[in-house]
């Protein structure tokens, strides 16, 4: 080995340090200048956030809170509302929301889709009841995400998870698994040559799972809808003008939709409750009372076990559910497992619900 091998070595070291030195520094420089744009840029998201809830105030949401803590660094920007509340004015009077949790959320790389968490416990109370909750929301996740354009909200997707709703008097709880909702405006066709009222403006998508209403209500068909799901579109124009009134304005807006002939076309109804299972398709629209009317095809499954059990909960009488079971066995078909199933027209006029041509019951009253 001769004396300049040490010297080389040396060099080669002196070499790599400084290479690293370098790397490290300017990796220093980058992450300190994205400190910087991410402190500037979550700045600029808060900002968004409180021009978002001074703009519910024209629609007569009035939203306090504390103050807005920023988080989520790195990859997130987090907007926590600190002591948020809610002030809604609705034609029942005017209620008070207030939630444990209200976190707006985005990824610095995807400003365009902005979710509001809101998981935890709600009290909701009229606004004269001294601060006492009149109903307690709880989930273990809910959290709504929107699609932002230039022209405003572009889609709305809703997921929650193990909700259960209290209300201060006895049996009124009400639990749910799952819901999941989805909205967005209809895309315009150029090629589209229909009136208004049979274009769609809105399509729509949601679904509840374990389904469990008020204890007291006693349903005919067990304590749980296992599931609810329905898919289509709103067809006519049918939205509300800003405005502080805006809520009080409903029956409105959807007296001028049902008027100009606006109906809501379902492509997928699915439900499975005890025995009963169904699935089809149809339309829906309002009738001069303010009534939803409709027209279906559906595939039935466990009619029979369905109306007996109507006939026992006293939701049909004896004669009517005879009547119905001899008919619609009559028309009834069977599976390759030679299960029994329907394929029947479902109707839906003046609160009164038919299957086939038999009328099975009454429909409560839609209260606006």
């Given at each position: 080995m001769t004396s300049s091998e040490?010297?080389?070595?040396?060099?080669?070291?002196?070499?790599?340090?400084?290479?690293?030195?370098?790397?490290?520094?300017?990796?220093?420089?980058?992450?300190?200048l994205y400190g910087a744009g991410w402190v500037y840029a979550a700045g600029r998201f808060a900002d968004g956030v409180r021009a978002f809830i001074a703009a519910r105030q024209v629609q007569g949401i009035a939203v306090a809170y504390a103050d807005i803590a920023l988080g989520g660094f790195p990859f997130r920007f987090d907007a926590r509302l600190l002591a948020p509340s809610a002030?809604?004015?609705?034609?029942?009077?005017?209620?008070?929301?207030?939630?444990?949790?209200?976190?707006?959320?985005?990824?610095?790389?995807?400003?365009?889709?902005?979710?509001?968490d809101l998981s935890g416990t709600h009290a909701i109370a009229p606004a004269d009841a001294s601060g006492l909750a009149r109903w307690t929301v709880s989930s273990r996740a809910f959290a709504l995400e929107a699609g932002i354009s230039g022209a405003g909200i572009s889609a709305l997707a809703?997921?929650?998870?193990?909700?259960?709703?209290?209300g201060?008097?006895?049996e009124k709880d009400i639990t749910v698994g799952r819901l999941r909702a989805d909205w967005r405006p209809a895309a315009a066709a150029l090629?589209?040559?229909?009136?208004?009222?049979?274009?769609?403006?809105?399509?729509?998508?949601?679904?509840?799972?374990?389904?469990?209403?008020?204890?007291?209500?006693?349903?005919?068909?067990?304590?749980?809808?296992a599931r609810i799901a329905v898919a289509g579109e709103v067809r006519g124009r049918l939205a509300v003008e800003e405005g502080r009134d805006a809520f009080a304005r409903w029956r409105d807006v959807f007296g001028r939709w049902r008027d100009d002939g606006g109906t809501i076309e379902l492509s997928r109804v699915e439900g499975r409750w005890?025995?009963?299972?169904?699935?089809?398709?149809?339309?829906?629209?309002?009738d001069g009372a303010f009534q939803p009317v409709g027209a279906f095809t559906a595939r039935i499954e466990g009619y029979s076990e369905t109306i007996d059990a109507l006939r026992d909960a006293g939701a049909v009488s004896g004669t009517n559910a005879f009547a119905a079971k001899v008919a619609l066995t009559a028309l009834?078909?069977?599976?390759?497992?030679?299960?029994?199933?329907?394929?029947?027209?479902?109707?839906?006029?003046?609160?009164?619900?038919?299957?086939?041509?038999?009328?099975?019951?009454?429909?409560?009253?839609?209260?606006?």
């Open positions: 040490p010297a080389g070595d040396a060099r080669a070291a002196d070499s790599r340090a400084h290479r690293i030195a370098i790397v490290l520094g300017l990796a220093a420089a980058l992450a300190a002030t809604v004015a609705l034609p029942s009077g005017t209620w008070i929301w207030r939630p444990d949790r209200a976190v707006f959320s985005a990824r610095p790389w995807s400003l365009d889709r902005v979710t509001l809703l997921r929650a998870d193990g909700i259960r709703v209290h201060r008097v006895a090629a589209d040559s229909r009136p208004e009222h049979a274009r769609p403006s809105q399509t729509f998508a949601w679904s509840v799972e374990a389904f469990r209403p008020p204890h007291a209500m006693r349903l005919p068909l067990g304590d749980e809808i005890g025995a009963l299972a169904l699935a089809g398709e149809g339309t829906l629209a309002l009834a078909r069977r599976d390759e497992g030679g299960r029994p199933y329907l394929t029947l027209p479902i109707s839906l006029q003046e609160r009164r619900l038919y299957v086939g041509p038999v009328a099975l019951l009454t429909v409560p009253a839609l209260a606006w």
